[in-house]
């Protein structure tokens, strides 16, 4: 029988039968197709470790590779495992191999996913062509004896398909040992590799599947009130994924207490499903309608026993269900700032029993408004400037979804020598900028013990809908005729001069406007009289908004000395977050707000591809914060993937799976985070990344 009439006989894609057109010309090879005769072929990877039933890719290489799009090679492929003999011990049966598909493409797909025949053993050692049923995927073997081991051994063939050089097929088993994979090019017939045939090998270790590690993310997150929360759990036996394991989860205290269920898959998370071939499970905590934080508790389920029992895997997170959004509160309220200097403006809106009101990352909490009874919905606030000043990006009306801890941020300017005062107005409102007011049916417009959100006892204090805070922009100091980002000449430190009146902090220019978190950043303090003692006092920012000159506790971190041109300049230091800064002569009164280094969370991206097309992205954010800090994955300017940030070690994680579509394309990959009030907005390096 020729080579192309044995193609036609076991040639299977999926739902297609193999059809003789003309002269034995498979239909598939009909539309001016040819196949390709290897003489060389190479299997990758080398070797591979599993879990029982974890489903592992590899791929087989043709040369030379066909030379048109419509053009194929044909690769046989040999999997088999050793079923030792059991002697008195127990029989377990002979193993079940399985050609299975790595990534869930399917067949037909590229690389050709396909398989034909499956031949399956009668006997240690044999194999019996055709033995199979065309598009069948498994087999199992002979079963061993006290005395004698017996070998589970399939055939299958795979097909390239639009011209390319490789096919890409998956192999697991049911049982620890070793699987040896051939992959080879039949010349003859009898099905079974021969040494003068073109073929490589490779070594396939399966070990214990059986979990013995299970870690969820996110740690904590929020979600509108009757929302759902989503987590991510990987099952781990040591270093492996423990595919096929159960996961449960259970609320151990909040507001949904009791209330547990089996985890699904990331596309049905509320359908019970075992973990993949990543050892992952999603779970969904859908809350009931009641305001607080659920406490839950993630295990895998390995004794048939309710709950988490001693010995099995287990996690532990938090969810707080937040209603609608009730009241809006901006900070600082009122504020000196030098003309051209940035201010910015944090406003924290929480809801009828004060917790603050966060969008989930989840789509599945986006519809509605911020009016919905059910407190669904992202929630957006609408600031407005008048008088003086304007936002940093030019505007005076701005809207901004809110984000961690249900804080909505912004940032004021005005122009250079630009005086007077500005009043920011912020406003709870849909995307669009539509305001809430007093007077609509929102729960911000509930009066004192009345509340939409089935609170009781219902808030003692009204809602509001709107908040608003001053800026006083005063004209900026005059910089001396040194305004180089070097050290000063020196001079001998003089008397202490008299201070100006009325008194006034002298100027302080930042030289690094922007920096990462930790970079070196530079100022100096101009206007001061030559050889003056020179006092600096600074304080970072920290999460919760709450430091600021009055609770400093070092009003005074460095003590310099003027040059002769009356300027001084730090160029060593390293904030963590959005540092202000001011100075005086010593003797003299602090009386001003400083100048502001913009400090951006610090991001690093790396990439490591665990399955086909299916990438974890991981990093670190500096610095961590309470809560966790959302970072955004981007390809190419585009939001792809979101993950929240340990709050402890700053470290996140998120696992994507590209479309076939993407097959051999390079993207770039950057991470992402927004603004707050402790950082401006980080960004990290480009990763380059080819997807295979």
């Not at 017939?189 to 299970?214: C, M, W």
């Not at 400093?552 to 041109?565: E, F, K, L, N």
């Amino acid at each position: 029988m020729t080579r192309t009439s044995k193609a036609l006989k076991r040639l299977g894609v999926a739902g297609l039968a193999a059809v003789t057109i003309g002269a034995g010309v498979p239909a598939l090879l009909a539309t001016g197709a040819s196949a390709v005769t290897p003489t060389g072929i190479t299997l990758s990877p080398d070797t591979a470790t599993s879990g029982v039933n974890t489903c592992t890719a590899f791929t087989a290489t043709v040369s030379p590779a066909p030379n048109g799009i419509n053009d194929s090679a044909v690769v046989d492929v040999q999997i088999s495992q050793d079923n030792p003999a059991f002697g008195t011990g127990t029989n377990l049966g002979a193993s079940t191999l399985t050609f299975c598909d790595p990534d869930g493409a399917g067949a037909g797909t590229l690389p050709n996913h396909g398989t034909a025949v499956i031949d399956q053993s009668t006997a240690p050692g044999s194999v019996v062509p055709g033995a199979g049923v065309a598009g069948a995927n498994s087999c199992t073997g002979p079963s061993a004896s006290p005395s004698q081991s017996s070998t589970t051994r399939c055939e299958a063939q795979f097909e390239t398909t639009g011209g390319t050089a490789q096919v890409t097929f998956g192999v697991q088993s049911n049982r620890t040992g070793t699987v040896n994979v051939t992959a080879y090019y039949d010349t003859n017939g009898p099905r079974t590799p021969e040494t003068f045939e073109p073929q490589d090998s490779s070594i396939l270790t399966v070990q214990s599947g059986t979990a013995t590690a299970l870690s969820c993310t996110p740690e904590t997150q929020s979600a509108p009130r009757s929302g759902v929360a989503d987590y991510t759990c990987t099952a781990n036996a040591g270093s492996l994924a423990a595919t096929g394991s159960n996961v449960h989860y259970v609320v151990t205290k909040g507001p949904d207490l009791n209330q547990t269920a089996q985890c699904g898959s990331a596309a049905t998370p509320g359908t019970p499903a075992a973990t993949n071939n990543q050892g992952q499970a999603v779970c969904r905590v859908t809350n009931g309608g009641a305001l607080g934080t659920d406490n839950v508790t993630f295990y895998v389920e390995q004794n048939g026993q309710a709950g988490p029992q001693s010995g099995e895997p287990n996690d532990t997170s938090t969810a707080t269900f937040a209603g609608s959004a009730r009241n809006i509160a901006c900070a600082p309220k009122d504020q000196t700032v030098k003309s051209a200097d940035v201010s910015t403006v944090t406003c924290t809106v929480t809801d009828a029993l004060g917790n603050p009101v966060a969008p989930s990352v989840n789509s599945a909490n986006q519809p509605g408004g911020i009016n919905n009874n059910a407190g669904r919905g992202a929630t957006y606030v609408t600031f407005a400037s008048t008088g003086a000043g304007r936002f940093v990006d030019g505007s005076t009306t701005k809207t901004v979804q809110i984000g961690a801890n249900g804080q909505a941020v912004i940032q004021t300017t005005s122009q250079v020598n630009e005086t007077g005062d500005q009043t920011v107005k912020a406003t709870l409102s849909d995307v669009n900028g539509a305001v809430y007011s007093s007077s609509g049916p929102e729960e911000c417009a509930n009066a004192s013990g009345v509340t939409q959100s089935g609170v009781a006892p219902a808030p003692t204090t009204a809602g509001n809908c709107s908040d608003t805070v001053t800026r006083h922009y005063t004209a900026s100091g005059s910089p001396s005729a040194s305004p180089t980002a070097t050290t000063s000449p020196t001079a001998s430190p003089s008397a202490t001069p008299a201070c100006p009146s009325p008194q006034t902090d002298l100027p302080v220019r930042v030289n690094t406007p922007t920096i990462n978190a930790t970079g070196l950043a530079s100022v100096t303090i101009t206007s001061a009289p030559a050889g003056a003692t020179i006092e600096v006092q600074g304080y970072s920012q920290n999460h919760y908004l709450t430091a600021n000159f009055n609770n400093d506790p070092t009003p005074i971190d460095r003590v310099i000395t003027a040059g002769s041109d009356g300027s001084a300049t730090i160029n060593d230091l390293r904030p963590a977050s959005n540092t202000r800064l001011r100075a005086r002569v010593r003797g003299c009164t602090f009386t001003g707000l400083g100048s502001v280094i913009n400090v951006r969370t610090q991001l690093t991206l790396a990439a490591t591809r665990t399955a086909v097309r299916t990438v974890v992205i991981s990093g670190h954010s500096t610095p961590a914060r309470p809560g966790g800090l959302i970072v955004g994955i981007y390809r190419d300017g585009r939001l792809i993937g979101q993950s929240r940030a340990s709050e402890s070690s700053g470290n996140y994680s998120v696992t994507l799976k590209f479309p076939a579509s993407d097959q051999g394309k390079r993207i770039n990959l950057t991470a992402r985070t927004g603004q707050d009030a402790q950082n401006a907005p980080g960004i990290s390096n480009v990763r380059s990344l080819l997807i295979t």
